[in-house]
């Protein structure tokens, strides 16, 4: 079993979302019940590029949609990854490519093949954290519904 302390530092985090500009989002779906387009959205809403990564769309967001990371044409802060856990080594190696700086698996991406990937390429890795609700967390827009209700809400203006 995979150790996840280190990919879940707390100042880690906070740096990657005050440092971001641009996240490409791996399995953004145009679906507008799945948690990826409302993670997305969320994200674009709060003044982040979301660039859309989804060989099956076109666009996405508003947003030119790319096949994979090596068809993104501009330079990526974060990636994203909605994908199943045995996805993650082939995404490491792309995000490596690509010259991103942050590798940032959702709940339930543990893979610690990808993880290795990342940080011997020289990514910073979070893992097994919700990009939405660390925003969320650290912007001062988590509020009472949050958790174990399945409901996440984030209606009040602040902090981009």
């Known amino acids: 079993m995979i150790d996840l302390k280190p990919y879940q530092d707390t100042l880690a985090i906070q740096r990657v979302l005050h440092t971001a500009g641009t996240i490409a989002v791996v399995g953004l779906s145009s679906n507008q019940l799945r948690a990826s387009y409302f993670v997305g959205y969320y994200l674009k809403r709060h003044g982040y590029r979301v660039v859309p990564v989804?060989?099956?769309?076109?666009e996405i967001l508003g947003e030119t949609c790319y096949p994979s990371l090596s068809d993104v044409p501009v330079p990526v802060d974060v990636v994203n990854v909605f994908r199943a856990p045995d996805a993650l080594p082939g995404i490491a190696?792309?995000?490596?490519?690509?010259?991103?700086g942050v590798l940032w698996c959702q709940y339930g991406v543990i893979n610690e093949e990808g993880a290795r990937i990342a940080t011997d390429g020289g990514l910073t890795v979070v893992m097994d954290r919700c990009l939405k609700v660390?925003?969320?967390?650290?912007?001062?827009?988590?509020?009472?519904?949050?958790?174990?209700?399945?409901?996440?809400?984030?209606?009040?203006?602040?902090?981009?």
Request: charged fraction near 20%.
């Open 54 to 58: 989804n060989p099956r769309e076109t």
């Open 93 to 100: 190696r792309e995000a490596v490519a690509a010259g991103a």
């Open 134 to 160: 660390e925003h969320a967390r650290y912007a001062g827009r988590m509020h009472w519904l949050g958790f174990n209700t399945q409901r996440i809400t984030s209606v009040r203006a602040g902090l981009q």
